[in-house]
């Protein structure tokens, strides 16, 4: 049985070596040398005897992956393209982690006897050779947009603060005069947008209704690139205008309708003694009385109240594109508030009221809203309606 265990136990581990070697192998027949290097490392590290096989992998997917690096970082710099900078640093950054993660395990020899060689190059200078030019790059670039965005380009002007943080993210913090051109290229590249209402309906509005309308959210309007004013401010350039116009409002007048119905139903109530043909009462096989269920038709005479008003406002908001003094969106929005009320009292049996008319009785007639109440409702109800639509407006860059 022990014997069994330990044949088991050593093909095992046969297994697991075999398979560990075609892992690696795997990763390096695939280019992946990187991932090779990762596996072999982890197989090396810590152990005093170290596997001829994980040195002779790690050193040849280090040696092909840094010819493969080094040959590309030659192609680039040859091409003599300043974009070509980032991707420079990004292998050169490559190059340092892959060199950091051999350096701690040198010299590097195997148990029998293995001595592997890893040729470094001098990698913090050429690294700070390459960040300094990716980050020229991209501090002229940004200087390039910047100058679009001055000439009303804001596309460009966004463009250029992307620029200017990667260059904080990936290169440097402090740089030059980054942070002034990156408040520039803000400014340049955010629309400002004036909105405001108008009313074209010949109607009297209330004074609740354009402070109902006007408070729509500005931190719900406002993204990165587009800020919302509700009223103008000098020293702004605005560079669109969304204006609300009211075109009709139309209140209806105030109506009561009143309906009178009967609500009918049969019943059971109480029972009655079943008949022979002689007209006595009829007896069945036990000598009981036999009876059965009375039904009886109940009513109740319904007066029902109907109340309503309604009050219906449209409009259209367009966009005004300031810069170029044109009209570029317009679209129509409306919204309708209903008032309606139910009232009803019954006479007769209460047992014969359907549900629906259950619910209404006991209401009683309600005031009519006023129309300045109705109109304020209107506003607030197209409010989410408006703000959805200057959100996601396309006419607005």
Same mark, same amino acid.
């Given at each position: 049985?022990?014997?069994?265990?330990?044949?088991?136990?050593?093909?095992?581990?046969? $297994?697991?070596?075999?398979?560990?070697?075609?892992?690696?192998?795997? *990763?390096?027949?695939?280019?992946?040398?990187?991932?090779?290097?990762?596996?072999?490392?982890?197989?090396?590290?810590?152990?005093?005897?170290?596997?001829? #096989?994980?040195?002779?992998?790690?050193?040849?997917? *280090?040696?092909?992956?840094?010819?493969?690096?080094?040959?590309?970082?030659?192609?680039?710099?040859?091409?003599?393209?300043?974009?070509?900078?980032?991707?420079?640093?990004?292998?050169?950054?490559?190059?340092?982690?892959?060199?950091?993660?051999?350096?701690?395990?040198?010299?590097?020899?195997?148990?029998?006897?293995?001595?592997?060689?890893?040729?470094?190059?001098?990698?913090?200078?050429?690294?700070?050779?390459?960040?300094?030019?990716?980050?020229?790059?991209?501090?002229?670039?940004?200087?390039?947009?910047?100058?679009?965005?001055?000439?009303?380009?804001?596309?460009?002007?966004?463009?250029?603060?992307?620029?200017?943080?990667?260059?904080?993210?990936?290169?440097?913090? /402090?740089?030059?005069?980054?942070? #002034?051109?990156?408040?520039t290229a803000r400014n340049l590249g955010t629309s400002y947008i004036l909105f405001e209402m108008k009313n074209q309906s010949n109607t009297v509005l209330?004074?609740?209704?354009?402070?109902?309308?006007?408070?729509?959210?500005?931190?719900?309007?406002? $993204?990165?690139?587009? #800020?919302?004013?509700?009223?103008?401010?000098?020293?702004?350039?605005?560079?669109?205008?969304?204006?609300?116009?009211?075109?009709?409002?139309?209140?209806?007048?105030?109506?009561?309708?009143?309906?009178?119905?009967?609500?009918?139903?049969?019943?059971?109530?109480?029972?009655?003694?079943?008949? /022979?043909?002689?007209?006595?009462?009829?007896?069945?096989?036990?000598?009981?009385?036999?009876?059965?269920?009375?039904?009886?038709?109940?009513?109740?005479?319904?007066?029902?109240?109907?109340?309503?008003?309604?009050?219906?406002?449209?409009?259209?908001?367009?966009?005004?594109?300031? $810069?170029r003094k044109v009209l570029m969106d317009t679209r129509d929005m409306g919204t309708e508030v209903l008032f309606e009320n139910y009232a009803s009292t *019954?006479?007769? /049996?209460?047992?014969?009221?359907s549900r629906d008319s259950r619910l209404r009785i006991g209401n009683r007639p309600l005031p009519f809203p006023a129309d300045e109440d109705m109109l304020?409702?209107?506003?607030?109800?197209?409010?989410?309606?408006?703000? /959805? #639509?200057?959100?996601?407006?396309?006419?607005?860059?």
């Amino acid at each position: 049985m022990n014997t069994g265990i330990r044949l088991l136990a050593n093909l095992f581990l046969l $297994s697991f070596v075999l398979t560990a070697c075609h892992t690696a192998q795997k *990763f390096a027949e695939s280019g992946d040398y990187d991932s090779a290097i990762d596996f072999c490392v982890r197989k090396l590290q810590g152990k005093s005897k170290k596997k001829t #096989e994980y040195v002779q992998g790690l050193e040849v997917a *280090f040696q092909k992956a840094q010819a493969r690096d080094l040959d590309a970082i030659d192609h680039l710099v040859a091409e003599n393209r300043p974009e070509n900078w980032e991707r420079v640093n990004a292998i050169h950054r490559n190059i340092r982690d892959r060199q950091n993660k051999v350096t701690p395990l040198m010299p590097l020899q195997s148990k029998d006897g293995y001595a592997a060689r890893f040729e470094l190059v001098d990698i913090a200078r050429l690294e700070s050779e390459s960040r300094q030019k990716a980050a020229d790059h991209l501090y002229n670039q940004a200087k390039e947009l910047i100058a679009k965005g001055e000439r009303g380009d804001k596309l460009a002007a966004r463009d250029a603060y992307y620029a200017l943080c990667d260059l904080e993210s990936h290169y440097y913090r /402090d740089y030059k005069d980054k942070n #002034e051109l990156m408040a520039t290229a803000r400014n340049l590249g955010t629309s400002y947008i004036l909105f405001e209402m108008k009313n074209q309906s010949n109607t009297v509005l209330p004074r609740q209704f354009a402070e109902r309308l006007m408070n729509i959210g500005k931190q719900d309007l406002d $993204s990165d690139w587009k #800020e919302y004013f509700f009223e103008e401010k000098s020293g702004v350039q605005y560079d669109y205008k969304a204006t609300f116009k009211v075109r009709n409002i139309d209140i209806s007048p105030e109506r009561v309708n009143e309906r009178n119905y009967i609500d009918e139903k049969e019943i059971e109530d109480g029972f009655e003694y079943v008949l /022979d043909a002689k007209g006595n009462v009829l007896k069945d096989s036990l000598g009981n009385d036999v009876k059965r269920p009375r039904y009886v038709r109940i009513r109740a005479n319904v007066v029902e109240v109907y109340q309503t008003k309604a009050a219906r406002l449209t409009g259209y908001v367009e966009i005004y594109d300031l $810069s170029r003094k044109v009209l570029m969106d317009t679209r129509d929005m409306g919204t309708e508030v209903l008032f309606e009320n139910y009232a009803s009292t *019954f006479s007769g /049996d209460e047992r014969a009221l359907s549900r629906d008319s259950r619910l209404r009785i006991g209401n009683r007639p309600l005031p009519f809203p006023a129309d300045e109440d109705m109109l304020v409702q209107a506003a607030e109800r197209i409010k989410p309606n408006l703000r /959805d #639509e200057l959100r996601r407006n396309r006419a607005i860059l």
